[in-house]
């Protein structure tokens, strides 16, 4: 099984003259998109669920073996705080089923205001439908405990190792038999980009946790000035260097960090 290296959206404006030209219109950017990166994180359900329809319109967008991870609105997690979840949740998966077999992992962000509250977790996971990859990214330091642990693990979520300032802001449990991994501001330059040794000291982590077959999905958040771009696809290369199987698009294209652009084929693993 692959890894997944993407970013967290894919409509950034200041992103033209990085990964997309000049004159390609932002109605093809997802397509523009899926011809380097192979999974994406769909953050535009958070802050508004679309309709069935738009699920569907990318799902026919994107070329197969795609994968696009969903983060939960955040009615369900910032306003209702995880309570009564099973109408948002139901919403959520009726819509985002349209997607088919592009479908990745569901992404619950919670709110750094929210204490830890193992019913209230383990009640939300309940809801989702059996064979849900559910990924959770607690932001209070109240969720580092032994039964918090525990609920995800009965439940088969991943908990969501989080790194901002090129250091982990979670604990790097291994909860579930794959992984999800939020990278959200280095201390390179430009800012927020992430330098090379936090990219392979990243790397090495995963690969200590995770046996090659296991499926690992890493977005990179940090989208300021194609930051995420440029580090996604180091990030690509450090894995592969270090015999890491990753999920690439047929005919990939592959941006050099120097001057000047690199081009690879690559196939779909």
């Given at each position: 099984m692959p890894l997944f290296v993407g970013t967290s959206?894919?409509?950034?404006?200041d992103w033209?003259?990085?990964?997309?030209?000049?004159?390609?219109?932002?109605?093809?950017?997802?397509?523009?998109y899926a011809r380097t990166f192979a999974v994406v994180e769909n953050n535009n359900a958070f802050y508004r669920l679309p309709e069935k329809r738009t699920f569907a319109d990318w799902r026919e967008r994107t070329p197969e073996g795609f994968v696009m991870a969903v983060k939960a609105s955040r009615y369900l997690t910032h306003?209702?705080?995880?309570?009564?979840?099973?109408e948002p949740v139901a919403r959520l998966m009726g819509r985002a089923e349209a997607l088919g077999d592009r479908l990745g992992p569901v992404l619950l962000q919670l709110p750094p205001t929210l204490r830890a509250d193992a019913g209230l977790l383990d009640a939300a996971l309940a809801r989702?439908?059996?064979?849900?990859?559910?990924?959770?990214?607690?932001?209070?330091?109240?969720?580092?405990?032994?039964?918090?642990?525990g609920v995800l693990r009965e439940r088969g979520?991943?908990?969501?190792?989080?790194?901002?300032?090129?250091?982990?802001?979670?604990p790097l449990w291994r909860t579930a038999d794959w992984g999800y991994l939020r990278l959200h501001e280095g201390r390179a330059r430009p800012h927020p980009s992430y330098?090379?040794?936090?990219?392979v000291s990243w790397a090495e982590r995963l690969a200590g946790v995770w046996p090659d077959r296991a499926d690992v999905y890493v977005f990179f958040n940090n989208d300021p000035g194609g930051a995420a771009v440029r580090n996604a696809e180091t990030f690509l290369r450090v894995a592969e260097s270090r015999g890491r199987s990753v999920r690439v698009p047929l005919g990939r294209r592959d941006r050099a960090e120097t001057a000047g652009h690199g081009w690879r084929d690559s196939s779909y693993e």
């Open positions: 959206g894919w409509q950034y404006r033209r003259g990085v990964l997309y030209a000049e004159d390609v219109p932002q109605r093809l950017w997802l397509e523009e306003i209702k705080r995880l309570k009564d979840p099973g989702f439908p059996e064979g849900t990859r559910v990924a959770v990214e607690p932001r209070h330091e109240s969720w580092w405990t032994e039964e918090i642990s979520a991943a908990l969501c190792w989080a790194d901002r300032g090129s250091r982990p802001v979670t330098g090379r040794g936090a990219l």
